[in-house]
């Protein structure tokens, strides 16, 4: 615990050391920003004053030049008064051009038509009509800016001179190279070269997207937006910008027509700053140890020893061992604490015992009401359709939702199912009940087996708060035809072994589970079964049985067993079957319940004409049945002499000379060793467990005729039941294996 403890601390320690430190870098870093903001713009302040001043030295210039332009026309005009003559000499007129260093010369008369020119043909030029139109003094002086044909701007000046409105008008053109220069912002350039922010940044200077001067940041490009430093805003800030894989934090902004863009590397930026927090880490690495190792070992001397005697008592008490008591007194806290455990784990011991009272009391409960669901063996009888079934059930530890039912919807058809609910315990015992109550009840409704399935599901999901499922595998056999008709509502395939054959899979495609999804409509198949054929059902505790080694019994080693086994009696397969789950999973706990369903069908019943030519059929049919069931020639000799006097009675009394029918049906039951001959007709009534017993000790000729049949009867058979059902007579013959012979 001591060292948890520590890295637990170590861990917030640490934590509280990085958030103190990052707090301290973007305090440090947002200061160190605006130290580095302040420091820019003052520095661009004085760009800006210097900028003004080169501005003025420019306006002054201009002003001169201005002047100048218009004392050369006034000498030109002096010259020509006094000269007239040169107007009409171009050699004088060029000399005069050239004196005056203008580009052309021009003379206009008064109404704007040229009279002289220089240099000679000039290209076109006319005066501005409104300066002709006037009609007064001319005296001014027209600047005009143009890019050269080298790329660079230029000013020239159109000088218009007309002393009075009658004389004519001189026209000047020429260029200032000095005013050209100081537009081209050569003084700026030199002072701005001068200004160094730092010691590796400065100020660049652009007009529009073209850098002037760049600061002695020594910039190879010539453009603004090659190093993205362009913008449509009046003011820019830039955070991380990068010129010549060199990064910068800077300010721009627009002062008159120029951009003024300040540049500060971040190595200088952030120089402070990383100062700073190099000095900070050291003393918050000796804080934080200092912290560290003081609550550590304030904490173990006062808490973690404390702890450690009480988390020893409590591994005592989690391994099971209920009367340990605590016992620290270190602190009325730990006091408190021990008070409170020992009382809870007293309490806790007396809780233990009364869920263990409640939970068997619940596991007996439910185990009632599971054993309650299931229907006993000897409620198939009496029937006159006698049918070979075995079920069981063997539950695992805790009770589970395995069950089983069968039940006669007729006397011609059998019902039977075998299902498993998802969950354990009396909530699954109570789903099973009501699974089996719906089934149950709709099935003798005589609706078919997919109608039974899609209104039981129905119905289970309308109350189904717990979420459970069920899963059922439900047949209605028809036993004269052996006509199948089943569903598979997500349960264990069945295994059928035809007569004579191996067994296998029944493959029907199973519908959904019960319980879950209310509108679901199930799906009913059918198939046909032959006298001597076998059903095998089971759920999944048989086939997910497992061993020691987490293996499942699974359904390869179910067939291989089914295949071992030779005996046709179905309570000695269900009883091989377990004995090989036991022998596979040893002493491993099964969690689930192990339930298997056996039914055997002995075919369809015989049906005759009430004539005595069908005589050897009958004989015939009780031969082949005593052979199939390996019955001895003797037990055969007694059931078909009592079977031809049943059969001759009913011939020669039953139908008084009509037509009538007689069904015979042979059932052998392995378990209790005994054959049931059981006769149907439709004749009169006639019950002969009434007829009088002949007196033997008489001579032939003196005793009554009648009663000798039923008396022989009598003597080759065990019992011999009668009834009188829906205007038909029932007779059943049984005889016990072993028996009067």
């Given amino acids: 615990m001591k060292k948890t403890f520590q890295k637990w601390l170590f861990g917030v320690v640490l934590a509280a050391f990085v958030l103190t430190f990052a707090g301290s870098y973007l305090v440090q870093t947002r200061l160190s920003r605006a130290a580095a903001e302040i420091f820019i713009r003052v520095k661009l302040k004085d760009a800006c004053a210097q900028l003004d001043n080169a501005c003025k030295n420019y306006e002054r210039l201009a002003a001169i030049v201005n002047d100048s332009a218009l004392v050369y026309a006034d000498y030109l005009e002096l010259w020509l008064k006094y000269q007239p003559d040169t107007i009409r000499q171009q050699d004088e007129l060029d000399k005069v051009r050239t004196a005056l260093k203008a580009s052309q010369l021009r003379i206009f008369n008064a109404k704007g038509a040229m009279i002289a020119a220089s240099p000679g043909n000039p290209p076109p030029e006319l005066i501005p009509a409104a300066l002709v139109t006037s009609g007064q003094k001319v005296r001014q002086v027209v600047t005009h800016k143009f ?41 700026i ?79 200088e930026v952030y120089a402070h700053r990383n100062q700073m927090l190099w000095l900070m880490s050291i003393g918050y690495v000796i804080l934080f140890s200092v ?38 007194h270190s602190s009325p806290e730990f006091i408190q604490l021990s008070s409170g455990i020992n009382s809870t784990v007293t309490a806790l011991r007396e809780a233990i015992d009364e869920a263990g009272r409640r939970y068997e009391n619940e596991l007996k409960l439910a185990a009632a009401i599971q054993a309650s669901a299931l229907p006993r063996m000897d409620s198939l009888r009496p029937r006159p359709n006698e049918i070979e079934l075995y079920a069981t059930m063997t539950a695992a530890r805790e009770v589970g939702g395995d069950f089983y039912d069968f039940f006669w919807i007729d006397d011609k058809h059998f019902a039977f199912l075998i299902a498993d609910v998802s969950e354990k315990g009396i909530p699954a015992a109570l789903c099973m009940m ?42 209605i056999l028809e036993l004269d035809t052996g006509k199948l008709t089943c569903i598979n509502a997500g349960h264990n395939p069945p295994l059928l072994r035809r007569a004579g054959e191996e067994y296998e899979f029944l493959r029907i495609e199973p519908d959904f589970i019960l319980g879950t999804l209310p509108d679901v409509e199930y799906r009913q198949t059918e198939l046909t079964l032959r006298a ?11 086939t997910e049985a497992i061993n020691s080694d987490e293996e499942e019994f699974g359904n390869k080693r179910l067939l291989t067993a089914l295949k071992q086994f030779s005996s046709d009696v179905p309570g000695k397969l269900a009883g091989h079957i377990y004995g090989r789950l036991k022998e596979f999973s040893g002493r491993c706990p099964q969690y689930d319940d192990m339930t298997m369903l056996i039914l055997d069908y002995p075919g369809g019943p015989l049906t005759l004409d009430a004539r005595v030519e069908e005589l050897p059929k009958l004989q015939h049919y009780i031969e082949q049945a005593c052979a199939r069931n390996g019955l001895d ?78 008396f022989l009867i009598r003597e080759l058979v065990d019992s011999i039941d009668y009834q009188r059902k829906d205007n038909q007579n029932i007779l059943v013959l049984a005889k016990t294996i072993g028996g009067s012979e």
Wanted: charged content about 25%; some cysteine.
């Fill in 147 to 187: 890019r050269a044909a080298n790329g660079t701007d230029d000013i020239e000046y159109n000088v218009y001179l007309s002393p009075d409105a009658d004389s004519g008008f001189i026209f000047l053109k020429f260029y200032s190279h000095s005013l050209n220069e100081a537009y081209d912002l050569t003084d």
């Fill in 189 to 267: 350039k030199l002072f701005a070269e001068g200004f160094r922010i730092g010691s590796g940044g400065g100020i660049i200077i652009a007009r529009g997207n073209d850098i002037l001067c760049d600061g002695m940041l020594n910039i190879k490009e010539t453009k603004l937006s090659d190093i993205g430093l362009l913008s449509d805003k009046e003011l820019q800030t830039y955070i991380n910008i990068t010129i010549d894989d060199k990064t910068y934090f800077g300010l721009g902004y627009k002062y008159r027509e120029y951009w003024i863009i300040g540049l500060l590397p971040l190595s």
């Fill in 291 to 328: 912290v560290f190792w003081a609550i550590a070992a304030l904490v173990e001397r006062k808490v973690i020893k404390g702890i450690e005697r009480i988390c020893a008592s409590l591994d005592k008490i989690t391994t099971g061992d209920l009367l340990t008591r605590v016992d620290v």
């Fill in 434 to 475: 009501s699974a089996k109550t719906w089934i149950k009840s709709l099935a003798k409704s005589h609706l078919e087996p997919a109608a039974v399935f899609t209104e039981a599901n129905r119905m289970l999901c309308f109350d189904n708060d717990t979420g459970m499922f069920v899963t059922v595998f439900f047949g």
């Fill in 532 to 542: 001597g054929d076998r059903l095998f059902l089971y759920t999944d505790g048989v």
């Fill in 633 to 710: 020639a003797n037990i055969e000799n007694h059931l078909q002499v009592a079977a031809e006097e049943v059969f001759l009675n009913i011939v020669n009394y039953a139908y008084e000379d009509k037509p009538g029918t007689v069904s015979i049906r042979f059932c052998y039951t392995p378990e209790s060793r005994s054959v049931h001959l059981t006769f149907i007709d439709s004749g009169k009534p006639y019950d002969p467990q009434l007829a009088a017993a002949p007196d033997l000790s008489e001579n032939a000729e003196e005793r009554r005729p009648g009663g000798l049949g039923v």
